[in-house]
């Protein structure tokens, strides 16, 4: 079995945010630019360019594909957010407009488990969860502004669909209520919701020392993971919220953070290789067990025109310029592929600043890599 | 030439303070000591290394910094006692006190070493022994947490 695919989706520019659809046999991707492009996969796994989508006059900084609606949500610097419905007959496109109502750039754009509406977080502080309106056929949004202080980072959506948890640039990590009348919606209680609560009403509140770059529920939804740029791993039940587990790492800061199972978590970020933590006995989290196994290059060293080039360029001849790790920079984000019914993560697939997209194995590497236990 | 007669006061003006959604810190506490305590431990301190009992010193030293405290000079004195600390120990002995230290007690020691190499200079060559021994235990991320710490030590 192999235990990683990489493919070199873009040359020069990052891969910026990524989504499969439901069959994950297409993909949409962005690359730092006002396009958004779609790839699908051939036959012999390597994904090649099908469609593009311009809508967008700004960076777009986030997609998301609703898996069984078979809808694309982008956002994007321009303040606007579009949802992509695909004519079946014709295979086009066709974007709609989303009224965010925001004064700055949008950051952040998921689909909720329903799918129903979405959530955007933006650099106006305030976070934006829009529906559809049958009667003008349009999106509207309505806004969670209090107690947000900063640029939105991340959001993730609870299973039940009315809970929402932000991470945001003034070092929290918050739970809110998002259940809305406009929908009628009926949320039922739970750890995150001991009583009912209307729309925005804050359910917890959780500080780091640094930026809050991912937040995740865990696949059952009663435990809620964040990493920040302090270098730390917070993991929180619902049923306690004092008692936050916290890993300071020994690594760089983590920029994105999945859930592999329950009880365990895949982190992604400045140090160019994935790692998977457990949580032992509920109380702390153990080491990372680095998931990207260094390879011997066969061939043994540098081709003639390399050592020329790195003799011309920095006297030394015996070393490669390449980092040891698959990806050669920051991983951006981190995406569960496959997972069975309750959670467990099978493949998960990793995009970096360089341009690369890398879909991993965790079977195969959990066979591979002695002391891996998940 | 005309002679620029009007005022430039404006250019000293916080335009920050006028804005109503500037971001503030939280202002709470966060279990630090005050003068009292850090005047206790200073001669609790230099107790332990009259004994020579360098490892015990250490992890007193270490506990419970004056974060939040307002007084800069009780941090100075927690500053003083950490740095009386560091400077007792023979380099050989630095790898063994590193090792019984917890990632908690590492992100304190880091945060001491950096404010040594900004107020002491002069003493860089043995702050950067202490350095070296504890990205060893802390890595590269016990170095951020030093830099994205916003109440300083």
């Not at chain 1, 967008?56 to 777009?60: A, D, G, K, T």
């Not at chain 1, 020994?250 to 920029?255: A, D, R």
């Not at chain 2, 419970?64 to 007084?71: Q, R």
């Given at each position: 079995m192999t235990t990683k695919t990489e493919q070199q989706l873009f040359v020069g520019s990052p891969v910026t945010s990524h989504a499969f659809n439901g069959a994950l046999d297409k993909l949409v991707v962005s690359d730092n630019s006002t396009t958004v492009y779609i790839y699908a996969k051939e036959a012999n796994g390597k994904w090649t360019k099908e469609t593009e989508l311009q809508k967008?006059?700004?960076?777009?900084k986030c997609v998301d594909w609703a898996?069984?609606?078979?809808r694309i949500a982008t956002c994007a610097g321009d303040r606007n957010a579009y949802v992509w419905n695909l004519?079946?007959?014709?295979?086009v496109w066709a974007p709609s407009l989303v009224l965010?109502?925001?004064?700055r750039a949008a950051t952040y754009i998921r689909w909720s488990p329903a799918e129903d509406r979405f959530a955007v977080g933006s650099g106006a502080r305030l976070l934006s969860v829009c529906f559809y309106e049958n009667e003008h056929d349009w999106w509207v949004s309505k806004h969670i502004k209090k107690p947000i202080r900063s640029t939105i980072l991340c959001v993730d959506w609870h299973p039940s669909n009315y809970i929402l948890a932000i991470g945001s640039c003034d070092f929290k990590c918050r739970v809110f209520s998002s259940a809305l009348k406009e929908t009628y919606d009926k949320p039922e209680t739970s750890g995150w919701m001991p009583k009912l609560s209307k729309f925005a009403t804050m359910l917890a509140e959780f500080s780091t020392?640094?930026?809050?770059?991912s937040v995740k529920f865990s696949p059952s939804g009663d435990k809620l993971a964040w990493v920040a740029h302090d270098a730390s791993i917070n993991i929180v039940h619902m049923d306690n919220h004092d008692t936050v587990i916290r890993s300071l790492t020994?690594?760089?800061?983590?920029?994105t953070v999945i859930w592999a199972s329950e009880n365990s978590v895949v982190c992604g970020g400045h140090d160019n290789f994935p790692s998977l933590f457990n949580i032992v006995a509920g109380e702390s989290v153990s080491k990372g067990i680095r998931l990207d196994v260094k390879e011997k290059k066969a061939g043994g060293g540098m081709s003639a025109m390399a050592r020329f080039k790195a003799l011309d360029r920095?006297?030394?001849?015996?070393?490669?310029?390449?980092?040891?790790?698959?990806?050669q920079n920051s991983i951006i984000e981190l995406r569960v592929v496959k997972s069975d019914a309750t959670g467990n993560c099978s493949q998960f697939s990793s995009i970096g600043m360089d341009g690369k997209i890398v879909h991993w194995d965790l079977d195969a590497l959990a066979s591979s890599i002695s002391d891996l236990k998940i | 030439m005309s002679k620029n007669v009007n005022s430039t006061q404006f250019r000293t003006v916080d335009v920050d303070a006028y804005d109503e959604d500037n971001y503030e810190d939280d202002a709470r506490e966060t279990g630090d000591s005050g003068a009292a305590e850090v005047t206790e431990r200073a001669n609790q301190v230099r107790g332990l290394l009259n004994q020579l009992k360098t490892k015990e010193a250490l992890k007193m030293a270490l506990k419970?910094?004056?974060?939040?405290?307002?007084?800069a000079s009780v941090k100075e004195q927690n500053y003083e006692t950490v740095v009386s600390v560091l400077k007792s120990f023979k380099a050989a002995d630095i790898d063994a006190a590193v090792a019984d230290l917890d990632m908690v007690e590492i992100d304190i020691l880091m945060k001491y070493l950096y404010k040594g190499f900004t107020?002491?200079?002069?003493k860089a060559a043995s702050l950067l022994q202490w350095h070296e021994k504890v990205v060893a235990k802390g890595g590269l991320g016990s170095i951020v947490r030093v830099m994205v710490d916003r109440k300083g030590i």
């Open positions: 967008h006059i700004e960076r777009v898996p069984k609606t078979n004519n079946e007959t014709t295979g965010l109502r925001i004064e020392q640094g930026w809050v770059h020994p690594s760089l800061p983590i920029l920095t006297g030394d001849d015996t070393k490669d310029a390449s980092l040891d790790t698959t990806h | 419970n910094p004056p974060v939040g405290n307002k007084d107020c002491s200079p002069d």
